[in-house]
C-alpha cells in the first residue's frame, strides 16, 4: 500500500508541477486530492480509505473546475496555498504548527488567485507540486533536509518554466 500511495502521491504531484496551469480542471482535481490525502493521513494515518476519499474529493473539484471555474479557482488557490506553505516550512526546518502554516498558506494562495489569476494558478500549482514530491521524497528515501531543499527549488523553477511557456502557446 505505501509504495502505491507514494507513486500514485509523486505522480499527483508532478502533474500538478508541470500540467497545473494548462489543465486547470486536472490541477484543481490534483490539489483537493492532495489536500484530502495530506489531512486524511495527519488525523486517520492514511491507507486506502484515504485514497478512496481523496480520489472522491478530487472527482468533485473536476466538476467544480469545468462549471465554476472562477470560484474553483479561489477554492483550489486556498487548498495550493494551505498545502504547499507548511510542507516547505518544514523543509526549512520552520514548525509553527500545521494549522497556522495551512492557515497562512490558504489566505496566500486565495489572494494569489483573486488578483493574478493566471500567474497564481502558475505558482501555486508549481509550488504545491514542487513541495509535495519533494516532502514525500525525503520521507521515503530519507534524503535531507539540504538535499529537500535543493530539490524544491530546482522543481519550483521547472514548474514555473515550463508553465510559463504554455502561455505563449
Do not use: C, H
Not at 473536476?62 to 470560484?71: D, G
Not at 504548527?97 to 498558506?105: D, H, R, T, Y
Not at 509550488?127 to 524544491?152: C, H, K, M, N, P
Amino acid at each position: 500500500m505505501d509504495l502505491i500511495a507514494l507513486i500514485l502521491s509523486v505522480a499527483a504531484g508532478v502533474l500538478l508541477l508541470f500540467a497545473g496551469r494548462k489543465f486547470f480542471w486536472l490541477a484543481a482535481a490534483l490539489v483537493a486530492f492532495l489536500f484530502t490525502y495530506i489531512l486524511f493521513e495527519r488525523f486517520f494515518g492514511g491507507g486506502w480509505l484515504g485514497l478512496i476519499v481523496a480520489l472522491l474529493v478530487g472527482a468533485l473539484f473536476v466538476w467544480l473546475a469545468i462549471k465554476y471555474i472562477r470560484v474553483a479557482g479561489f477554492i483550489v488557490g486556498a487548498l495550493a496555498g494551505s498545502v504547499a506553505l507548511p510542507l516547505i516550512l518544514n523543509l526549512f526546518g520552520i514548525d509553527w504548527g500545521w494549522f497556522l502554516m495551512a492557515g497562512l498558506g490558504a489566505l496566500i494562495g486565495f489572494l494569489l488567485m483573486r488578483f493574478l489569476f493566471n500567474w497564481g494558478l502558475i505558482l501555486l500549482t508549481s509550488w504545491a507540486g514542487a513541495s509535495y514530491v519533494a516532502e514525500r521524497l525525503e520521507d521515503q528515501l530519507s534524503l535531507g533536509t539540504a538535499i529537500a531543499t535543493l530539490l524544491f527549488v530546482v522543481l519550483l523553477a521547472a514548474g514555473i518554466f515550463v508553465q510559463s511557456r504554455q502561455i505563449k502557446e
